[in-house]
């Protein structure tokens, strides 16, 4: 960025309630993806390729795997300072901050809150250290945002349980050592850890993404899929569970959606200071002012309402509509940003060069996952009304 531009983030100084030891997190993490990531990711998005068991080794180093929880070889951070970890990494791309949220905040805790402890044993330290990846099954082809409906069964064949359906939209499972995968019993939904190389497992890798490229998508098939009883996760009753994991992660993309943002704006300000036309730069027109100053005043509001729900959720007081409101904003600002951050760049907004247009098709898959928008508008609705009106 040139000396006489600002960034965006730093205008109303919040990072002055930073502790120090957020800080220094945020800074550990913005290396590695200028170290690890930037170079690379415009091809790894290209090619339709992530590293991800390279990445996750070296993320598992540094401790960001799981690094909000406790115990099990994981690094116990504050919430905040687990959300500017998802910023920084979100403003390498969507996809890293994916691989990261669902090894952490949806297969770790799920096994973390809702497991046994020789499941939590077996799995948490090596998921921790990057030497096992994990996956969340929940979605099912016909199943998205209703998954109450599910049509993945469990049933009990003495004491084991035998697992029979399919799971889609799944992040990670092309490679994944082990599932988190979510079923119906007669006594309602219950989760089960399965390990990927149980017979009757396979994974089919969803091509053709026009969005988050950078990441490993999958279908999982269960076909028979026989389990022992300690396969069960003891504590998780109903769907409440898996819900709770998703809660749990919608947290990491407040943040993240707006490292998103963040990179968009940067890119397009010094694009705006240095490129010009009609013999000014395009930062010197009033109009691309104006959108300059809109977008960073909305990434700032997402900055602060992010700051708010994690500090809501060190204080063990953050409630699961108050994260909807999180999510709906800060993804929904993010991908207006980003837009409007491509209009500035012109024809070059549309160039893998830049990485304006990758963040805007990742922020569609971000905008659509863990709940889509109008999903998050119910939440909302029916906390202010007192009316379901989802169905
Ligand atoms: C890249 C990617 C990675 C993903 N990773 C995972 C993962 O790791 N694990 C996992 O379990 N899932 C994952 N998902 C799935 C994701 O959570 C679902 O796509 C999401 O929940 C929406 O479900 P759906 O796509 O079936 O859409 P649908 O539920 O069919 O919805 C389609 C549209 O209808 C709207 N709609 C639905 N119901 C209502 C209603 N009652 N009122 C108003 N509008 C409604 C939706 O908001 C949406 O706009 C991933 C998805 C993507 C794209």
Redesign the pocket.
Known sequence: MSPRTSAPLELLDLDSTLSEEERQIRAVVRQLMDERVRPHVAGWYEQGQLPARELAREFGKLGLLGMHLTGYGCAGASAVAYGLACLELEAGDSGIR?LVS?QGS?AMYAIWRFGSEEQKQRWLPAMAAGEAIG?????EPD?????ASMATRARRDGDDWVLDGG???????PIADVGVVWARTEDGVRGFVVPMDTPGVSTQEIRH?M??RA?L?GEIVLDGVRLPAAAQLPEAVGLKAPLSCLTEARHGIVWGALGAARDCLETALTYAVTRTQFGRPLAGFQLTQAKLADMTVELQKGYLLALHLGRLADAGRLRPEQVSVGKLNNVREALEIARQCRTILGANGISGEYPVMRHANNLE?VL????????HQ?VIGQRLTGLN???
């Open positions: 994916s669902v949806l996956c969340f099954g929940l979605t199943h998205g945002s209703d998954p799971k889609m939209w799944i992040t990670n499972a993404k969005s988050l990441s998508t898959s659509t996952y863990e709940g889509t928008s109008e999903i119910l009106a989802f169905a």
